[in-house]
Nanobody, 119 residues
Framework: QVQLVESGGGLVQPGGSLRLSCAAS????????MGWYRQAPGKERELVAT???????NYADSVKGRFTISRDNAKNTVYLGMNILKPEDTAVYYC?????????????WGQGTQVTVSS
């Protein structure tokens, strides 16, 4: 059974920092592109950042220079470091694991963790 378990969300003041973690089980972690997505109230889920098995990173323009995605394949964990947080970063943050093969694509989601940026 595949599980992605996020942690590290919470309430932070504007300009503050948080670090999200996502622990994966039930998959061969190193085979997967790992990502963070977010969904704010009344909005669609959007990409925040991804990192592939070679460590190549991709970021949404809105978080470039402020957020950092990283992974530890030995711990089956992906992280999202968030700095200079803004109220518009408030959302539920979801961990994603994605893998494409010739036969089938695998796509898994965590349950989400709330991040609220407010004074």
């Amino acid at each position: 059974q595949v599980q992605l378990v996020e942690s590290g969300g919470g309430l932070v003041q504007p300009g503050g920092s948080l670090r999200l973690s996502c622990a994966a089980s039930g998959i061969i972690f190193s085979y997967y592109v790992m990502g963070w997505y977010r969904q704010a109230p009344g909005k669609e889920r959007e990409l925040v950042a991804t990192i592939n098995s070679n460590g190549v990173r991709n970021y949404a323009d809105s978080v470039k220079g402020r957020f950092t995605i990283s992974r530890d394949n030995a711990k089956n964990t992906v992280y999202l470091g968030m700095n200079i947080l803004k109220p518009e970063d408030t959302a539920v943050y979801y961990c994603n694991a994605w893998r494409s093969t010739i036969v089938i694509n695998y796509n898994y989601w965590g349950q989400g963790t709330q991040v609220t940026v407010s004074s």
